[in-house]
């Protein structure tokens, strides 16, 4: 059994088994002709039943064998180009390596003594973003002397993290003696992860305040003045207001400069969720989009999303690092005290978690092969796609489109010309959908705007061009028909 631990005497068999993976997966990727075989669950899960857990096959290549079945075979292939679904990118290669040699030797970002050089690592790229957002530089020293700043941050697993994190935060810094009183304003388009924090941070169900956003889907700002001087005058707290900078439907992003005056006035904490804005830090063309950004106290980014990074992939920045202390606990066993006098740098200090994986080597393996210009240009044509896509779909008398994208996705509906019945419209695209996804041919999205069914393009691939949306757009306007022509006939 010991041969297949990874160590001095077995990196042989490691450097052919990795190498045995790998090529499958590049022979997959190469192969994949849709996104997705159709496959149901209840087609799928009599494999997983007939798998004897307590009798392994022995080796990796029967394993590997057996992996095309359970798994390969019917997985959801992001990269392939009419994939449209949700907040997935296709992965840089550079990213897909660092996976290879972060898992290989397997650090964890808890302690600098189980992490040296990956924690230089992750701070470099803590200071890289907080720069790029605004917050200033530690002029290029991962220990932060010589700092201009005391921004700081921490990796994640992911943008809900990230929120639970500021929202921690948040709490902390408002000092309210009755958390009862504490409110969150965040828009109606906002993540739900905001909701979830509230209640993690044991918050009352009223917590969270949604505040109206106008046609472009952005947070309505003269609605939040409202509501923050309404909860004021009744003797409530405004911990903190959320702007979404790239709402997960509309890509919409909240007016952060207003944002940011109103929670001066009120003494809340701004953060902006950029879990998926957050591409644009690294756009030569649209970076201005952001403008504003520089005034939260805290910042939700998800590589994993428009940086083209594998999950998991995300961090918390904040403007003034020492508010990272909310998340200090020093345990004996692992970061004493004394160890912080020493300035020995532990990340676990600044982390929700112990154990972490070095996701950033990913990002730090992206920027030193490709530059952030290249990141930056991969998510500007996705955006330019979604323009162009817009335009097809405004001038296509089949569609309905809810908004112009600022960033990459499109939100729209089947109308059928002859049919009145909102309850018909409504399923009659919710069965193009799952039509759509059963035939494997490509993978969208829905949602609800005011009440009604809507389907969805989440457009983070480069490769998708403007005619796999038309064919999409087709496909959908298929099978729409189709499920009105037989509701037609079993009506009559
Ligand atoms: C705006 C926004 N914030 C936060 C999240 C949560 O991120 P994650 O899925 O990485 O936890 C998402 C996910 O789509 C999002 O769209």
Not at 221 to 249: F, H, I, Y
Not at 381 to 386: K, M, N, P, R
Request: glycine share 6%; aromatic share 6%; proline share 4%.
């Amino acid at each position: 059994m010991r041969s297949h631990l990874l160590n001095d005497t077995t990196a042989e068999r490691y450097r052919r088994t990795a190498t045995a993976a790998v090529e499958r997966v590049a022979d997959k990727l190469a192969a994949t002709d849709r996104p997705f075989t159709g496959i149901t669950p209840e087609q799928l899960a009599p494999t997983f039943d007939a798998i004897d857990l307590d009798r392994p096959l022995g080796d990796t290549t029967a394993a590997l064998d057996e992996l095309e079945s359970v798994y390969l075979r019917d997985a959801v292939y992001f990269h392939h180009p009419r994939y449209l679904a949700h907040l997935n990118c296709p992965v840089v290669i550079p990213a897909v390596a660092a996976e290879a040699v972060l898992s290989a030797v397997n650090s964890s970002l808890d302690t600098w003594d189980q992490s040296a050089g990956a924690t230089l690592i992750e701070r470099r790229l803590i200071d890289w973003t907080a720069s790029r957002i605004g917050f200033g530089t530690n002029a290029g020293t991962s220990l932060g002397t010589n700092a201009e700043t005391n921004a700081d941050g921490v990796f994640t697993s992911g943008g809900s993290q990230s929120n639970l994190q500021a929202l921690l935060l948040a709490r902390e810094e408002a000092k309210a003696t009755d958390s009862a009183k504490l409110r969150i304003f965040a828009s109606e388009c906002g993540h739900f992860s905001v909701q979830k924090s509230a209640k993690l941070l044991g918050l009352t169900p009223e917590a969270v305040i949604a505040i109206p956003c106008d046609n472009d889907k952005r947070m309505q700002t003269l609605a939040l003045a409202r509501e923050l001087a309404r909860c004021t005058s009744e003797g409530l707290v405004p911990m903190a207001v959320v702007a979404t900078a790239g709402t997960t439907d509309f890509g919409s992003i909240d007016p952060l400069p207003e944002i940011a005056e109103l929670c001066e006035l009120y003494g809340a904490w701004m953060h902006v969720d950029a879990a998926y804005g957050c591409g644009l830090l690294a756009s030569r063309t649209r970076r201005h989009l952001l403008d504003g950004i520089e005034r939260a106290d805290s910042v939700t980014v998800d590589y994993h999303k428009s940086f083209f990074q594998p999950v998991s992939s995300s961090a918390l920045l904040v403007r003034d690092g020492a508010t990272l202390r909310h998340a200090t606990y020093h345990a004996d066993y692992l970061n004493p005290r004394r160890m912080a006098e020493e300035r020995i740098p532990n990340q676990v200090d600044k982390s929700l978690q112990t154990t972490r994986r070095f996701d950033a080597l990913k990002l730090w393996m992206t920027l030193r092969t490709m530059g952030a210009d290249g990141v930056g240009e991969l998510f500007d044509e996705v955006c330019d796609l979604a323009g162009d896509g817009w335009q097809l779909l405004a001038g296509d008398p089949r569609y309905d489109v809810v908004v112009r994208p600022t960033l990459s996705t499109l939100v729209f509906r089947y109308i059928p010309a002859d049919v009145t019945s909102p309850a018909m419209i409504d399923r009659a695209n919710l069965y193009a959908r799952k039509a759509l996804f059963a035939s494997g041919d490509a993978v969208v999205a829905g949602t609800k705007v005011g009440g009604k069914h809507y389907l969805k393009f989440t457009l983070l691939n480069p490769e998708t061009t403007l005619t796999d949306i038309a064919a999409v757009l087709d496909l959908i306007a298929g099978h729409a028909e189709q499920y009105l022509g037989e509701s037609l006939v079993h009506a009559s």
